[in-house]
């Protein structure tokens, strides 16, 4: 470690990169640049949310921001729920270890440990976002570009309605119509299809039939254990309107390609299964369902991921873009990932309606929501965020440097 903080640093450096996952490159890039400081802000997130495992009154989400000469990176990650006073100067420790590194290093430093199982995914996700950020703002390239994604058409935005009361499904419809994302609309499901079927009728009265609805069970059904027991559940939310579904129990490979074959009009959407991308790769087949979730949080690191992306699009299947309830600087890096990707919607969207605290601090971001409700690209170096860092110190809950 300490050999690698002693190399000089250097404006360009010819260095094999693997950035894309698909390319190893030799490159003119900066990547010796050290990291001068990282600082980290708590957002207290008070609006509930509710799964069919569990329900969460509150929920904790930390902005990264690692700096380099004039250069801030940022990340997001959220660390907890229900814990409004999270310790975050002892949550810091994980990844101190990477200030005064150069940025390629830090980024395998990170990655190493993460597949070491030292770092869990989340940690892992925000402090490579914030990095990747980083590597681009200092080489003045869009990071996509960096990593050789090609995807430049606009992708539909997804929005999440997370309600078990149906007159709350239909207010959480209202806002996804104000703000011109009633097209392609996620509708949590609970595994009792009495409440299930209420919600989902109401919902497609409601945006009428021309709205994408996917259903997300969070393995509500694991119950069934009957597999064509579940068909027959999966063809009625199918005729009551729902478009997909992601998980509906806890299911094997062999499961997944057994329902895929016999369900009707309905795509199927593994998600849990895909977690993390690295593991995924070795057992990933198009037999499992139409449509694959790439979920934030879960995969820990992106080279796998993009493969991931990759191979789900080369098998002629549809790539979603998960959510992962994030609010801040994560969302338009995993809008750039669904783009760059060419993925059929992403759900990874900012959330006014539940928090604004690091919103109203942003000056500058590459991507927005045309009029069809789909995510454009106006691409700038890194992931494109410039953030009014003061303005943040003082309106999140806690921070903290180093």
Not at 161 to 180: F, G, H, Y
Request: hydrophobic content about 40%; some cysteine.
């Amino acid at each position: 470690m300490n050999s690698r903080r002693n190399f000089i640093k250097s404006s360009t450096f010819s260095l094999p990169l693997i950035l894309s996952g698909s390319t190893i490159f030799s490159c003119g890039l900066s990547v010796l640049n050290r990291i001068d400081s990282i600082s980290i802000y708590l957002i207290n997130v008070n609006s509930k949310r509710h799964f069919s495992h569990s329900s969460w009154n509150n929920r904790q989400h930390i902005m990264i921001e690692i700096k380099s000469e004039n250069f801030s990176g940022w990340g997001e990650t959220k660390v907890t729920n229900n814990q409004p006073d999270f310790d975050i100067y002892k949550w810091i420790d994980n990844f101190s270890f990477i200030k005064g590194l150069g940025i390629q290093n830090a980024i395998n430093e990170i990655r190493k440990s993460f597949f070491n199982g030292q770092i869990t995914a989340r940690i892992s996700e925000g402090v490579l976002i914030a990095l990747y950020d980083l590597l681009g703002k200092i080489n003045k390239k869009p990071t996509i570009e960096l990593w050789d994604l090609k995807g430049r058409d606009p992708v539909p935005a997804l929005f999440c309605i997370l309600e078990r009361d149906t007159s709350m499904v239909l207010e959480k419809a209202k806002i996804a119509k104000e703000q011109n994302m009633h097209r392609y609309v996620k509708l949590k499901l609970f595994g009792d299809l009495d409440i299930d079927l209420k919600n989902l009728i109401a919902l497609r009265d409601f945006l009428g039939p021309d709205s994408f609805i996917n259903g997300d069970a969070n393995s509500g059904y694991k119950t069934i254990n009957n597999l064509d027991q579940l068909v027959s559940i999966l063809n009625t939310l199918s005729r009551a309107g729902m478009n997909s579904i992601e998980d509906p129990g806890l299911h094997t490979k062999e499961d997944w390609e057994y329902l895929n074959k016999n369900v009707i009009n309905i795509s199927l959407v593994p998600d849990k299964i895909l977690r993390p991308a690295k593991e995924s790769l070795k057992f990933y087949s198009k037999e499992m369902g139409k449509i694959f979730n790439i979920h934030p949080h879960v995969q820990g690191s992106f080279i796998e991921s993009n493969q991931l992306a990759k191979m789900i699009i080369d098998s002629e299947r549809k790539l979603m873009i998960g959510d992962g309830s994030l609010i801040g600087a994560a969302c338009t890096f995993w809008q750039q990932f669904a783009v760059g990707n060419k993925a059929f919607f992403v759900e990874a969207m900012e959330k006014p309606q539940e928090d604004s605290t690091f919103l109203n601090c942003i000056i500058e971001k590459s991507t927005s929501l045309n009029n069809e409700g789909k995510v454009v690209l106006n691409l700038k170096p890194g992931f494109g965020l410039k953030v009014n860092s003061e303005k943040l110190k003082n309106d999140c809950k806690s921070y903290h440097s180093i």
